[in-house]
């Protein structure tokens, strides 16, 4: 008999998902929870895969459907304040699954309420959670005031309360392991990544990516991909191309990924455009490899207190491409072998250093595509994931 994983997750991006079924099955399949019972489906073959959805934006209604083989569950929920989603029927399906000893529980985010109700109510059963970069009440309360630091401190009591039953913790930043432990001292846990379908990034020459591009053959370029928003400080990466560009002119910064003027999580779109920056936009997934190959630097800036977003997506693609980056985020690469893939800075100083060092001396980073297949693969994050499903 198969073991059956039930993916637990909620909505916290009403703009992507549909309200209701729609022709493509995105209600059912976008999502961070429909990424991983795919993963789980595709190359976890003992198991069973449900994907259950608590969604506060389907008008208190439930839906099921089966595809591809996962069985998917979404749950209409009320929403208190800021609290989270609540679900009766979610509860109480929570419940009755708590009684089977062969399921594992597979929790998307850590820090949140959604966790809280199913660590609670689940308590006894095998519990997994993902961290994805959520901020820990323990950390928030450091800071805050007012009404948030009262939320922080009711999150720290919850989390005191529950996460004694969550089995293992999967985290993807090292810095967020201590806030986790102030909960849990005993906690079980290894630093993770999602993973990456490296298929999707094909391997072409940088001449060749900036022909089809209409990039300049003579240029540097580099590499932002994303929002242009606080958290990743796309405005001290500006600030640094600026001071590099005085003396080494032939330098540009590409951006690519980022949303309209003005659409949320774009503060920093008029700085870019003022600053002579080449703003992209949105490119399709399956074009997004030609961005990487044609850059000779991808760069991320992740030296707030608040960043807790582990290596990230976007410089592991990076690398599949075989363009070394420059990021701190490295430092939670699982390779052991950092060094040879980009630079790690400590500083703003530090950041425009090793961006010079990196377009000096390109020939010195190796390994990189064949290091992202070894560790970051979806065969080789199946198999660790699987590792700690058979350790419980």
């Known amino acids: 008999m198969k073991q059956k994983i039930v993916v637990l997750c909620f909505n916290y991006e009403p703009s992507q998902f549909p309200a209701k079924p729609d022709s493509d099955n995105r209600f059912y399949t976008y999502g961070f929870g429909s990424a991983f019972g795919r993963l789980f489906k595709n190359f976890l073959k003992n198991y069973e895969v449900d994907v259950w959805r608590i969604d506060g934006y389907c008008k208190g209604k439930y839906f099921e459907n089966r595809i591809d083989g996962i069985f998917y569950r979404v749950f209409g929920a009320f929403h208190l304040s800021k609290l989270g989603y609540f679900s009766a029927a979610y509860i109480r399906e929570l419940k009755k699954a708590s009684k089977d000893n062969n399921t594992i529980f597979f929790v998307v985010h850590t820090h949140n309420w959604q966790t809280y109700q199913a660590a609670y109510f689940l308590r006894g059963s095998k519990i997994v959670t993902t961290h994805h970069g959520d901020w820990s009440p323990f950390f928030l309360a450091e800071g805050s005031k007012g009404l948030r630091k009262l939320k922080a401190y009711i999150g720290k009591l919850a989390e005191k309360k529950v996460f004694r039953y969550i089995s293992y913790f999967l985290v993807c930043d090292i810095n967020q392991v201590k806030y986790i432990k102030m909960a849990n001292p005993y906690m079980k846990h290894e630093i993770f990544s999602t993973g990456l379908d490296v298929n999707k990034f094909k391997n ?42 005085e003396h080494m002119p032939e330098t540009e910064l590409l951006i ?3 949303e309209e003027k003005d659409k949320w999580g774009e503060e920093f779109y008029e700085l870019a455009e003022k600053s002579g920056a080449r703003i992209v936009g949105r490119v399709l ?6 961005y990487y190959c044609a850059a000779d630097v991808y760069v991320l800036l992740n030296l707030r207190k608040d960043y807790f977003g582990g290596t990230g ?11 070394p980056v420059v990021t701190n985020s490295l430092k939670n690469y699982l390779g052991g072998n950092a060094y040879e893939l980009g630079e790690i800075p400590d500083n703003e100083k530090e950041y425009e250093d090793a961006i010079i060092r990196v377009l000096n001396n390109p020939g010195k980073y190796k390994n990189m595509r064949e290091s992202v297949i070894k560790y970051y693969s979806l065969d080789a994050v ?7 499903f058979t350790s419980l």
Do not use: F, H
């Open 204 to 245: 072409i020459t940088r001449d060749e990516a900036r022909r089809e591009l209409k990039l300049e053959a003579n240029k540097k370029y580099i590499l932002y991909v994303g929002k242009l928003y606080k958290y990743k400080q796309v405005d001290k990466l500006i600030e640094i191309w600026l001071r590099i560009k």
């Open 256 to 258: 690519v990924g980022n």
């Open 285 to 290: 997934n399956v074009e997004l490899y030609k």
């Open 313 to 323: 997506i976007a410089p592991l693609e990076s690398l599949a491409c075989n363009t």
């Open 382 to 388: 199946s198999e660790r994931m699987e590792k700690v």
